[in-house]
């Protein structure tokens, strides 16, 4: 089976979530998809969609780098399920906490460290680093 035809639901649904930039292409025996998704639930949704075809990601036959719509200055919310977000003084849970962020309080991006790790400033001027997956611009 071609690699496109077995990922097609995941590239349709990257096509209908309106992933910008949608780059598609073979290469090694593995398909290489990129683009930047407007939000953490779409990127959320894509990434479980990759699960759902290959539990685990074990074949190892896709590499997904995907970026989440947001530049420094755009406001964020915090999408925890209702707990606070731990405000980071590095971008690792190993870095002391500096700060938190309520479940749903709207936050600034002050640059994205990694796709993982985004520096923040909450409105009373914590900054620090939050869990990107937790974030999502408003």
Known sequence: MAL??????????????GVDNLAVAEKDGTLHVSGTAKSTADYDALWALYNKID???ASGDLMMNLDIKADA?????VTTDSTNLNIRSTPSTEGDIVGKAAHGEIVTLVEKTDDSWWKIRTKDGEEGYAYAQYLSPE
């Open 55 to 57: 539990p685990n990601m």
């Open 73 to 77: 200055g755009a406001s964020l919310k």
């Open 4 to 17: 496109q035809d077995k990922y097609a639901e995941l590239l349709q649904t990257a096509n209908t979530l």
